[in-house]
């Protein structure tokens, strides 16, 4: 902690993830305890990130945060928890050194005294459905124990911030391990395999509806745990099972299980959706014309070699080797050509061109919607939360106020 400086500033980013097996339902509303454990994989933060800076001078009054630039209600409840959290900890940490007559340590104690301010961007549409929750509080929880000097457990943490948050800790696959305990000390995240594991693995998102979604995450996810039998019959029944098959299929780099049960439990995510009462929709016509095509396409091939999900929205992310991007990507310009912006239909990793056979575009190739999909985005499994060493990229002044807004 650079607390002798009058501004003591630290800037880090963080991945989003993609649940492969979904987390939906809480048992404990406040710590965010869930009722099934879940499995993501980290997606690349070249293409999707949060940027976080928090710093702390004895000159601020309060604390305060900007989220894109723009001033936010720092006193929201999640965001008062992981603040409260790792101020805790920091404490905690800096008593424990059992030295608190020296200078350093009353340095500390003084610093944790100082109010804080907090800017944060995404380089992606926040709520367009792309898991900017989870970034958001990974970012936010690693950039503050960076910035009070804690170290260790961290998932916990950002747990409190939004559940799948937790996951975005870790680079790779990652496994949020439900726990047992009242206090959610044992409700963490933990890696399955790091994001060198499964080189040829990619990610195509097909942002199909960049509004904001209409029944949130938390809400709905409240709504199923007291409506839907189906959903609890598969958090006690089912995902435990799931969770060990998922982890094998990974290890083993099988795509096509991985695929497989990808697509099933996304499909399952939604069926608890549906049996929520009032049912909750998340998947819109041109999501079902995705699940569609894939299936064609896979049933073409005679293999699962494209596979979906999709969360508490309308955008697809697929999962694909790298030997079948060209093709695929072909396909979806096919079935969903872009309205009028053509050139930046394609964002993320480059693809080459390919020319599918005209037995695959007719047997696979249906009724062509034009406009639907926005643009895709091509990723691939990414690392963890990273510090940005580089001064140039703190979001906030040595004023201590954003950079890009004056
Ligand atoms: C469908 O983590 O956004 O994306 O814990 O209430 O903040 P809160 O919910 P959130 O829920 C994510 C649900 C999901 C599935 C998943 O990511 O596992």
Request: hydrophobic share 35%.
């Amino acid at each position: 902690m650079a607390e002798d400086k009058p501004l003591a500033v630290v800037t880090c980013t963080a991945p989003v993830n993609i649940a492969v097996i979904k987390y939906w339902g809480k048992r404990d509303e406040e710590l965010i305890l869930p009722i099934n454990s879940s499995l993501s994989v980290t997606l690349h933060q070249d293409q999707l990130k949060t940027t976080t800076s928090a710093a702390i001078s004895r000159d601020f009054t309060e604390d305060r945060l900007w989220l894109n630039g723009k001033e936010d209600d720092i006193g929201q409840p999640r965001l008062q928890s992981c603040l409260r959290e790792i101020r805790r900890l920091a404490r905690k940490r800096h008593s424990g050194n059992g030295n608190s007559g020296d200078s350093s340590s009353r340095r500390s104690s003084l610093s944790l005294a100082y109010k804080v301010h907090i800017a944060s961007e995404n380089n992606f549409p926040t709520a367009a459905g792309l898991a900017s929750s989870a970034a958001g509080f990974a970012c936010l929880v690693y950039t503050l124990a960076k910035l009070y000097g804690v170290e260790g457990e961290l998932s916990e943490v950002a747990r409190q911030g939004s559940g799948s948050a937790c996951r975005s800790m870790f680079g790779g696959f990652v496994q949020w391990v439900m726990g047992q305990n009242a206090d959610g000390k044992d409700s963490i995240a933990q890696q399955v395999a790091p994001e060198t594991h499964w080189p040829k693995l990619r990610v195509l998102i097909l942002v199909v509806s960049a509004e904001k979604k209409h029944v949130g995450s938390t809400a709905g996810m409240q709504t199923s745990v007291k409506t839907s039998l189906l959903l609890k019959h598969r958090a006690e029944a089912l995902v435990p099972e799931r969770m060990s098959q998922m982890t094998q299929h990974i290890q083993q780099r099988d795509f096509e299980a991985f695929g497989e049960l990808t697509m099933k439990d996304s499909n399952q995510f939604h069926a608890t959706c549906l049996d929520t009462f009032p049912p909750i929709f998340y998947l819109n016509d041109i999501s079902k014309q995705v699940v569609a095509l894939v299936h064609r396409y896979n049933a073409h091939c005679g293999k699962t070699k494209v596979a979906y999900t999709f969360d508490a929205g309308p955008n697809a992310v697929l999962f694909m080797l790298d030997d079948t991007v060209d093709e695929f990507v072909d396909v979806v310009k096919r079935s969903f050509p872009p309205e009028n912006n053509g050139g930046q239909f394609l964002k993320g990793l480059p693809v080459g061109s390919a020319t599918p056979s005209e037995e695959l575009l007719s047997a696979v190739v249906r009724d062509p919607t034009p406009g639907a999909i926005q643009y895709m985005l091509l990723t691939k499994p990414g690392p963890g939360p990273a510090l940005v060493e580089d001064a140039s990229c703190h979001l906030l002044g040595a004023d201590g106020l954003p950079r890009s807004s004056s």
